[in-house]
């Protein structure tokens, strides 16, 4: 039987970082991410960034954003809104134009510096869902870079996602994990941005250098998994262990790299960047990529061992 080509399968766009996010049909690829990707972050009264290792109740946050968001080159006017919605609380609009106030010492990890500030009324409203004195932030690519670490991507930085502009996965390692899971866990649990079909299972592990139309993703390094995965995505409850644990007996770095020494990792998916410089002069061309759309492996590793951690 002909091997059926590697396609996109689903696009994931997580608008508010931790939050839940939004399957599209397409998405513009930017520097950074893909367009309005971990754009916005909760923050504390000390403006230090909320998770769902803290704050699991994130994950029950929808976003939606306008259907003509998703097309390349679109403008916000005043009419313009990411509508916010949360059990037990009022949808909140937040426009999408440029905002006119800024908080300064925000943090998240290493990073420290600016970002716009959304304002009381949405303050308020991550308050009062939270329990705790809350604010809503918008990252400000104008004034600030958060750099991906230089030791696997020199060069590159992201918005408020953890370390890299895009992460890929396939459905293939998601059934295989689910194979061995006594309860099977989509997609959700491991928020990529890019869903691959048609791929063997962890076949993702290998790819040093992927095409999808005209633009070019280099692989940066195996995506380490902090305990988020273990948090159920529909209701914002943790599990205590799962699939964490089962993925530590076939997907920890000592199974995966016996011959380096162990740090406890545990890996699913590819983190990537968009390596502009070879892609269609500067990436002057279409930037928009489509679920259905074919990927081509330019380049690979020879085996899982070889793989940056």
Request: proline letters at 7%; a neutral charge; hydrophobic letters at 35%.
């Amino acid at each position: 039987m002909e091997e059926q080509a590697l396609k996109i399968k689903s696009i994931f766009i997580y608008p508010i970082k931790s939050c839940r996010g939004i399957s599209v049909s397409q998405a513009t690829v930017t520097q950074t991410g893909f367009q309005w990707d971990r754009y916005w972050l909760v923050v504390n009264y000390k403006g230090r960034a909320y998770t769902q290792k803290v704050e699991p109740k994130l994950a029950l946050i929808e976003s939606e954003l306008p259907k003509e968001a998703f097309l390349e080159d679109w403008k916000p006017t005043k009419n313009s809104f990411l509508v916010v919605r949360a059990p037990g609380m009022r949808p909140l609009k937040i426009p999408l134009t440029k905002p006119s106030s800024v908080a300064e010492g925000v943090s998240m990890w290493e990073w420290t510096g600016s970002a716009f500030d959304e304002g009381e009324e949405a303050a308020k409203w991550f308050s009062d869902y939270l329990g705790k004195q809350s604010r809503l932030v918008r990252f400000n690519n104008e004034t600030e870079t958060r750099p991906s670490p230089p030791e696997y991507a020199a060069g590159y930085s992201t918005t408020f996602a953890n370390t890299f502009p895009f992460m890929v996965s396939s459905q293939a390692s998601l059934d295989k994990l689910n194979t061995i899971l006594t309860e099977p866990v989509p997609i959700n649990r491991f928020r990529p941005n890019i869903l691959v079909d048609n791929c063997d299972p962890f076949g993702e592990d290998l790819w040093d250098e992927i095409k999808i139309n005209d633009l070019v993703l280099q692989g940066v390094r195996l995506c380490s998994r902090c305990k988020l995965p273990t948090v159920n995505q529909e209701t914002g409850v943790p599990d205590a262990a799962e699939p964490i644990e089962t993925l530590m007996k076939f997907r920890s770095d000592k199974v995966l790299m016996p011959h380096k020494k162990p740090h406890g990792k545990v890996f699913f998916g590819k983190d990537m960047v968009w390596n502009w410089n070879i892609t269609n002069n500067q990436g002057k061309g279409n930037k928009t990529i489509k679920v259905g759309d074919s990927i081509s492996v330019l380049r690979m590793i020879s085996s899982v061992s070889e793989a940056a951690v």
